[in-house]
Structures are given as structure tokens and as C-alpha cells.
């Protein structure tokens, strides 16, 4: 799959998991029972348009990026966090 985003960011592979008219968020790999996941603001009027992200069936690795996306987009990481939540169990 791919898709062009913000400044040329591609996916070379990866699936589409959920998208809304602003944001798409791509599964790319699965490691020791974490899901990769990219998020990518499709608009590009955002200062922060791309996140990677790891998700264990239950919650996100804690990290920076996380801590930026809650700041920055909270409401973009409820909606990810309700849509993983609910079809994306562990």
C-alpha cells in the first residue's frame, strides 16, 4: 500500500487501519506482540504531522512521541486510542 501525505511522506507497505478527513494510521509491522503503527496528519497544517506509535492490544508504549501527540492532538489520540481499543484487542 501507499500513500502520499504531509512533504512527501510515503508508506512503502503497511495497512490502513482508520482514517477521518485529517489523519490516517497505518499498521506497518507487528514485533513481540507490538503493533507499529504511523500516524500522519494527510492535511499538513500541523507543526508535528507524523507519529510513530506502539500499541500492545491494550495501551501505547510510553514515550515522547506519545507525551507530543497527547499535548499537541488529544483529540486525535482518543479517537486512535477508542478505534484501537475497540478492534484491536490483545
Known amino acids: 500500500m501507499r500513500h502520499c501525505a504531509y512533504k512527501g511522506n510515503l ?18 509491522k507487528e514485533v513481540q506482540g507490538w503493533k507499529t503503527i504511523k500516524l500522519v ?11 510513530w506509535l506502539a500499541w500492545n492490544g491494550e495501551r501505547f508504549a510510553k514515550g515522547k512521541v506519545l507525551l507530543i501527540l497527547i499535548e499537541h492532538h488529544k483529540p486525535i489520540h482518543d479517537w486512535l486510542l477508542m478505534y484501537l481499543t475497540e478492534n484491536f484487542d490483545g
Do not use: R
Open 11 to 28: 508508506i512503502e507497505s503497511g495497512e490502513v487501519i482508520c482514517e477521518n478527513g485529517e489523519w490516517i494510521a497505518y499498521q506497518t
Open 41 to 51: 496528519c494527510k492535511s499538513g497544517k500541523h507543526a508535528k504531522a507524523n507519529f
